[in-house]
């Protein structure tokens, strides 16, 4: 039967499991009775003499208080450790503090922090559809009316540029093909300027990067001789409170503007949340007269758009107000792209190639009223804008369809898809 284990102060005996005192149970009694017996015969074993060659193995022992003596055998202590706990114990405390110091890099300076968060935050696409729509049932004068834009900030691998870098991609009216701005652009913690700094780059060759934010391979070859930068352009973001604002230092951006054969001085302020962007871009000649920008100095509002993937089925020829009854030939269409700032998806009809209907989508909020927000679907046909008929839900619903007999449609919220609108 095997001996019970001790903790015992130099010197004394620890009972057997028989119930015997043995003198040899200490580490002194070992020594004096003879050789201490080797690795090999004490392994698996718990005899006193086998305890006796574990305890003069080593020379560490501990005092009372649990400090390292260095020689001599241990005196027990409420902190006593052997060699061995003492290197175990060492190393837990190393790895304790890596660790420690991993955690502390990760979270980084408030800076850094602050940077994580803008860019969770500006990556999408942002329209002012909804700001567009009610200036002028607002009585907006029309010289102060803003321009419908839509903007689009795709997170891309683009190396040369830096390791926080966006292409943007900017067009008219709610048209694809209206584009009138390209970008790239380049974030950074700036420590000296307590800001975050944005970078922009003009690529030299902007036609052939239409599209970029579906297909990146162009921006991944890109170098920075590939694209031109003005330093006094940069904009600095810093955070207040729940959003960021954005500016460009006084006088520091000015461009030769080749239309008007003078330079003009650029002005930006913006103003970053979690669903919007505002941007208030202006320039002047050097003389302050007006070149662009909002002339009212109200910025242009975009919110966040939400993608959606629609399917649609139609009955061809048949019109609006007719129930189509008897018929089942319906023309179905899958994958779909729309968006819920005034997006449009185009129906076709088979039987009539040139017949017009469409699906459009708003995230309706009115300025004033009553009137609750609400996610609207519009069915429309022709040139007109005016819907022949619509259905509502929930501001924030994922899901919205229709069914007029002559036509069924259903829209499911598909953030994937936000920069995949193939159609």
């Known amino acids: 039967m095997k001996t019970r284990s001790c903790?015992?102060?130099?010197?004394?005996?620890?009972?057997?499991?028989?119930?015997?005192?043995?003198?040899?149970?200490?580490?002194?009694?070992?020594?004096?009775?003879?050789?201490?017996?080797?690795?090999?015969?004490?392994?698996?074993?718990?005899?006193?003499?086998?305890?006796?060659?574990?305890?003069?193995?080593?020379?560490?022992?501990?005092?009372?208080?649990?400090?390292?003596?260095?020689?001599?055998?241990?005196?027990?202590?409420?902190?006593?450790?052997?060699?061995?706990?003492?290197?175990?114990?060492?190393?837990?405390?190393?790895?304790?503090?890596?660790?420690?110091?991993?955690?502390?890099?990760?979270?980084?300076?408030?800076?850094?922090?602050?940077?994580?968060?803008?860019?969770?935050?500006?990556?999408?696409?942002?329209?002012?559809?909804?700001?567009?729509?009610?200036?002028?049932?607002?009585?907006?004068?029309?010289?102060?009316?803003?321009?419908?834009?839509?903007?689009?900030?795709?997170?891309?691998?683009?190396?040369?540029?830096?390791?926080e870098v966006f292409y943007v991609e900017q067009y008219l009216a709610g048209d694809p093909s209206s584009i009138y701005r390209q970008r790239i652009y380049s974030f950074s913690a700036d420590a000296e300027e307590d800001a975050i700094r944005l970078r922009i780059f003009t690529p030299k060759r902007a036609g052939e990067l239409v599209g970029a934010y579906r297909n990146q391979s162009?921006?991944?070859?890109?170098?920075?001789?590939?694209?031109?930068?003005?330093?006094?352009?940069?904009?600095?973001?810093?955070?207040?409170?729940?959003?960021?604002?954005?500016?460009?230092?006084?006088?520091?951006?000015?461009?030769?503007?080749?239309?008007?054969?003078?330079?003009?001085?650029?002005?930006?302020?913006?103003?970053?949340?979690?669903?919007?962007?505002?941007?208030?871009?202006?320039?002047?000649?050097?003389?302050?007269?007006?070149?662009?920008?909002?002339?009212?100095?109200?910025?242009?509002?975009?919110?966040k758009i939400r993608a959606f993937e629609c399917w649609t089925a139609l009955l061809p020829g048949v019109r609006h107000g007719e129930t189509g009854e008897g018929r089942n030939d319906w023309a179905f269409q899958q994958g779909g792209w729309l968006h819920d700032q005034n997006g449009v998806l185009e129906v076709s009809d088979p039987s009539d190639p040139s017949r017009r209907v469409r699906l459009r989508m708003r995230r309706v909020e009115w300025p004033s009223g009553p009137n609750r927000p609400s996610l609207t679907l519009y069915v429309e046909e022709g040139e007109s804008e005016r819907a022949v008929s619509y259905a509502w839900a929930a501001y924030d619903a994922t899901r919205i369809a229709i069914n007029l007999r002559w036509i069924q449609a259903s829209c499911t919220h598909a953030p994937e898809r936000t920069f995949d609108d193939k159609r």
Not at 44 to 63: F, V, W, Y
Not at 86 to 106: E, I, K, T, W, Y
Not at 142 to 152: A, F, K, N, W, Y
Not at 273 to 295: L, P
Request: net charge positive.
């Open 218 to 303: 162009g921006l991944a070859r890109m170098k920075l001789a590939d694209a031109t930068t003005n330093a006094g352009c940069d904009v600095f973001w810093r955070r207040r409170a729940n959003q960021f604002v954005g500016f460009m230092k006084t006088g520091a951006c000015r461009i030769a503007s080749e239309r008007l054969g003078k330079e003009i001085v650029i002005s930006d302020d913006l103003l970053l949340t979690e669903d919007e962007i505002w941007i208030a871009d202006r320039a002047e000649t050097g003389d302050g007269d007006y070149v662009f920008g909002n002339r009212a100095g109200v910025p242009h509002k975009l919110r």
């Open 7 to 163: 903790w015992r102060p130099a010197g004394s005996t620890c009972a057997t499991a028989s119930g015997r005192m043995s003198a040899a149970s200490s580490p002194t009694a070992a020594r004096s009775a003879g050789r201490t017996p080797s690795r090999r015969a004490c392994r698996g074993r718990s005899s006193a003499r086998c305890a006796g060659r574990a305890s003069s193995a080593s020379n560490l022992t501990t005092i009372s208080d649990g400090r390292p003596s260095g020689k001599g055998p241990a005196r027990a202590g409420p902190f006593s450790f052997s060699g061995w706990s003492f290197r175990m114990r060492c190393l837990s405390l190393v790895v304790a503090m890596v660790f420690q110091s991993a955690a502390a890099f990760a979270q980084g300076s408030p800076l850094e922090k602050d940077l994580g968060q803008f860019l969770s935050w500006f990556e999408g696409r942002y329209d002012n559809a909804l700001q567009a729509f009610w200036e002028p049932d607002l009585g907006v004068p029309e010289p102060d009316r803003h321009e419908r834009i839509h903007s689009i900030f795709r997170k891309v691998d683009a190396p040369a540029f830096g390791n």
